[in-house]
């Protein structure tokens, strides 16, 4: 599964609409400092509902929308993720499916929208599917900058042990290991305590 396509709409410095094709592999974004690179990795974290743990970079939500000084500010913001997904990673029997996030401006409040295929979906919903398919807010999908020094200078040997386990897909039979020895604990027990009844009683 890899990001086909970004949509925005007055996301950020991305006034109107504007499409970024992606391709499977690898895809290097270039340009000049301040002409909007990073934007895309935010319209990645506001899309995908995936900001709780990595920081946008906006003090509020209604600040992606675009504004500049020449024209009247658009009320809403939309971008919108197109995903291959023709080796079924999500759980979705299409070869493509799109999630997008909609914010939208009123006088005194803002809203803000997710949809799944052009269905409006909750951010539960959102993270489940995305979950599936091993993309997670706690996850390293996303990588911001300063997290490789992060990452490679300050954690200890364990922390990043943890990491690579995580992006394996190791922590999660690490964590299931823990659960069925909690479950043959309670049951070793048991079995002990019916032991004793069986001594008592023979
Ligand atoms: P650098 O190489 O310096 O990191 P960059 O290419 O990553 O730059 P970004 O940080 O993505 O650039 O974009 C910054 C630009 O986005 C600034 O010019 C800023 O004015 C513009 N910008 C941010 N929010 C908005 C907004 N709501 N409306 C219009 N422009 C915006």
């Given at each position: 599964m890899?990001?086909?396509?970004?949509?925005?709409?007055?996301?950020?410095s991305?006034?109107?609409?504007?499409?970024i094709?992606?391709?499977?592999?690898f895809?290097a974004?270039?340009?000049p400092?301040g002409?909007?690179k990073?934007?895309?990795?935010?319209?990645?974290?506001?899309?995908l509902?995936?900001?709780?743990?990595k920081?946008m970079?906006?003090?509020?939500?209604?600040?992606?929308?675009?504004?500049?000084?020449?024209?009247k500010?658009?009320?809403?913001a939309?971008v919108t993720?197109?995903?291959?997904?023709?080796?079924r990673?999500?759980?979705?029997?299409?070869?493509?499916?799109?999630i997008?996030r909609?914010?939208?401006?009123t006088?005194?409040?803002?809203?803000?929208y997710?949809y799944f295929?052009g269905?409006a979906?909750?951010?539960?919903?959102?993270?489940?599917l995305?979950?599936?398919a091993?993309v997670?807010?706690?996850g390293?999908?996303v990588?911001?900058?300063?997290?490789?020094?992060?990452i490679?200078a300050?954690?200890?040997?364990?922390?990043?042990?943890k990491i690579?386990?995580e992006i394996a897909?190791?922590?999660?039979f690490?964590?299931?290991?823990q659960?069925?020895?909690?479950e043959?604990?309670?049951?070793?027990?048991?079995?002990?305590?019916?032991d004793?009844?069986?001594?008592?009683?023979t």
């Amino acid at each position: 599964m890899f990001i086909k396509e970004i949509e925005f709409v007055n996301f950020k410095s991305f006034g109107k609409k504007v499409k970024i094709p992606f391709y499977e592999g690898f895809t290097a974004i270039s340009g000049p400092n301040g002409s909007g690179k990073s934007n895309i990795i935010d319209g990645i974290l506001f899309a995908l509902g995936l900001s709780g743990s990595k920081t946008m970079r906006a003090d509020k939500l209604t600040d992606l929308i675009f504004n500049d000084a020449k024209s009247k500010q658009p009320d809403f913001a939309q971008v919108t993720i197109t995903f291959d997904n023709t080796d079924r990673k999500a759980p979705v029997e299409a070869d493509e499916f799109e999630i997008s996030r909609k914010i939208k401006q009123t006088k005194d409040n803002y809203y803000s929208y997710y949809y799944f295929n052009g269905k409006a979906v909750s951010l539960t919903e959102v993270h489940e599917l995305l979950g599936k398919a091993g993309v997670t807010p706690e996850g390293y999908n996303v990588v911001m900058q300063g997290d490789i020094s992060q990452i490679t200078a300050k954690m200890s040997p364990i922390e990043r042990r943890k990491i690579i386990d995580e992006i394996a897909g190791v922590s999660e039979f690490d964590e299931k290991k823990q659960k069925s020895l909690a479950e043959l604990d309670i049951v070793k027990e048991q079995i002990e305590k019916i032991d004793i009844i069986i001594e008592e009683v023979t």
